[in-house]
């Protein structure tokens, strides 16, 4: 093989590569979108437009299935090898983790419709600081994966513990709700699970910032990630005073 022709074969690779990364950027950017919407729904008792945020997933879906298209053909026709491979499976395990976000963002939208119609109450606006620390993870670890950043995808990977944190004390506000006031019980438990859609989406981010992690530095992501989500063990789950 001529040189030239080896130069073209390796910025054929890169276009390509190149192309993939955007198509997983903007695969990320639509879902976090998702979850922004899903919370505005919330907040505007909005039946119709949770409905259709929920219908928009099939969007993300699409997107995952062209992803997944794209790495065969490249793994096909490029049969690439170590830091290249790489590249090409961390996409496909990316895209993965973007359509589960995408799913989460749509499972609040379809809570909020029952929510909507029950009386207001004043714990959905903890929802919203939540979708915010989540959006946030997903925004910097989606600019970490396009910069080959690992340094940043290793702060997302360690600072999710502060969305495991609020997660937390927003499962003992409204279990102190649900104990002083019953009739909320059923409202507050579409909270709940809201809410714990939306510490998953973080989970997701700390996966995004492992496979980026690997992917730039071929090694895994070793050490204990602080995980401060105690709602599992009821022992640890202290309730506090109802916020004014």
């Not at 993300?60 to 065969?72: F, M, R, T, W, Y």
């Not at 959006?135 to 340094?151: P, Q, S, T």
Request: glycine letters at 4%; one cysteine or more.
């Amino acid at each position: 093989m001529s040189g030239s022709s080896k130069e073209h074969i390796i910025k054929s690779y890169d276009d390509e590569l190149l192309r993939l990364t955007g198509e997983l950027v903007r695969m990320g950017e639509l879902a976090v979108s998702q979850l922004e919407a899903a919370i505005d729904v919330v907040d505007r008792r909005d039946e119709r437009a949770a409905q259709h945020v929920v219908n928009n997933d099939e969007a993300i879906d699409h997107l995952e299935q062209e992803i997944s298209h794209d790495v065969v053909r490249l793994l096909a026709l490029r049969a690439p090898i170590a830091g290249d491979l790489r590249n090409v499976f961390a996409a496909l395990r990316i895209a993965a983790d973007i359509e589960r976000i995408g799913d989460y963002a749509a499972n609040v939208a379809k809570r909020s419709i029952p929510l909507s119609m029950a009386a207001p109450l004043t714990p959905t606006s903890g929802l919203a600081h939540l979708a915010e620390l989540a959006a946030e993870e997903v925004r910097e670890v989606l600019r970490a994966y396009r910069d080959r950043d690992a340094e940043l995808a290793y702060k997302v990977w360690k600072d999710d513990v502060e969305l495991d944190e609020a997660y937390t004390a927003y499962f003992r506000e409204l279990l102190t709700y649900m104990m002083e006031d019953p009739r909320v019980i059923t409202p507050c438990t579409h909270l709940l699970f809201m809410a714990k859609n939306i510490e998953r989406i973080g989970d997701h981010a700390t996966n995004i910032a492992e496979n980026v992690w690997f992917q730039v530095k071929g090694e895994p992501l070793t050490g204990q990630r602080d995980k401060r989500d105690f709602t599992s063990n009821p022992e640890q789950v202290k309730l506090g005073d109802r916020p004014d």
